[in-house]
């Protein structure tokens, strides 16, 4: 039998997956967190950052290829697939980007690729015994040349601009989780213990909100991350204790409307504690704005993070971000090759344009107006 609780439940259900943007965009949050989770096990550079650097085929236009020659540096050491999964391969080779490859005596002749046509290059001489088991120019070939496509091209770095986009969706998903988490708990705590207890309590928990409010968020930011040096720790805590003063705001709001409510005067007359109030009966039904401030948040996060890189102070090299890349290449827009600084700037915009949809369907949603 439905409760009344259920039918608010499933009517909210519907007026979300009524609203087509709402939808699109979770889809593609979704598809955003999914290819962030598999970043490495996506990307055509698995290695660690994708920092596999070639110089000489640097800023190759869309769907570039080119024939690598694979150098073993070492024996390869066991490396477990959970540290495959959260920091990449690990690179025991060198990539020569190649024109072609001769044998001489006992050394293979790597001829590197040059753009210029009619050109060869200065040949990098390589003792034969780099290779195991082969002999045969056939057998190097098929061992330890392959043709790499690069579907996005290279950087200016000749990295794989795909590899680094993907595994930079991971900074701008990891940075919007955590600061969001951190101004939850921050926001929620101080904003129910001002609007439930009130008094003198409320007065200074609210100047401290109005500080905070009254500094420029990407300024304190920039602050915080000075202070603490640079790094993408450093960067979570930074945006985390910056978001949490809209949070507590809507909160303490809420909480001082649902006090005055008859089933919390009920909790107290009943004699449960004032936490239990608070944790069973109060903030359950203040919630739901915040979940929509944690989606406008999340998107802050992300752009707060990328102006960081972007300004130099964010992730470090060779951590790729989205911020950072378009810093690399901003310059490119007016030198023919746009896209090196337009696509991550695209990841960016429909990453925070679907958080902030989504929001707005979920409020609408929630809204028992509508």
């Keep these: 039998m439905f409760t009344s609780k259920n039918t608010h439940t499933l009517s909210t259900l519907q007026k979300f997956t009524h609203n087509f943007w709402s939808v699109l965009s979770l889809i593609i949050i979704f598809l955003f967190g999914i290819t962030a989770l598999f970043a490495y096990a996506l990307a055509p550079d698995g290695t660690q950052n994708a920092n596999q650097m070639h110089l000489s085929i640097h800023s190759k236009p869309l769907g570039f290829k080119v024939l690598l ?21 690990t690179n025991f080779q060198t990539e020569i980007p190649l024109d072609h490859i001769e044998i001489n005596s006992n050394y293979l002749l790597a001829y590197p690729y040059i753009v210029s046509n009619g050109i060869t290059g200065i040949p990098k001489k390589i003792p034969l015994s780099k290779f195991k088991n082969v002999t045969t120019l056939k057998q190097i070939e098929n061992n330890y040349i392959s043709q790499k496509t690069f579907i996005l091209g290279t950087d200016k770095y000749g990295r794989d601009l795909l590899s680094r986009l993907l595994i930079g969706s991971r900074i701008s998903f990891s ?13 929620v705590f101080f904003g129910a213990v001002a609007g439930y207890f009130g008094g003198i309590l409320d007065t200074c928990i609210m100047w401290i909100i109005n500080v905070v409010w009254s500094i420029p968020t990407l300024l304190l930011v920039i602050a915080i991350t000075l202070a603490l040096e640079k790094g993408l720790l450093q960067v979570y805590i930074a945006v985390g204790f910056t978001m ?17 409510q008859q089933y919390v005067t009920a909790a107290k007359t009943l004699g449960y504690s004032h936490l239990r109030t608070l944790w069973h009966h109060v903030l359950p039904n203040s919630l739901a704005p915040v979940i929509v401030i944690s ?15 972007f300004l130099g102070i964010g992730a470090q090299p ?31 915009m429909i990453l925070v344009m679907s958080f902030m949809l989504l929001g707005n369907g979920i409020r609408d949603a929630l809204d028992v107006k509508n």
């Design 69 to 89: 020659l694979k150098i073993p540096l070492e024996e390869k050491k066991a490396q477990s697939w959970w540290n495959k999964f959260i920091y990449g391969n």
């Design 175 to 187: 940075i919007g989780f955590v600061a969001v988490f951190i101004s939850l708990i921050i926001g």
């Design 244 to 260: 949490w003063v809209e949070v507590a705001r809507v909160v303490r709001g809420q909480v001082i409307s649902i006090k005055e």
């Design 295 to 309: 989606a406008a948040n999340f998107a802050g996060a992300i752009l707060i993070e990328s102006g960081l890189s």
């Design 318 to 348: 060779p951590i790729p971000s989205w911020g950072s890349m378009i810093k690399d290449h901003y310059s490119y827009i007016i030198l023919g090759k746009a896209y090196l600084a337009i696509a991550p700037g695209l990841a960016i």
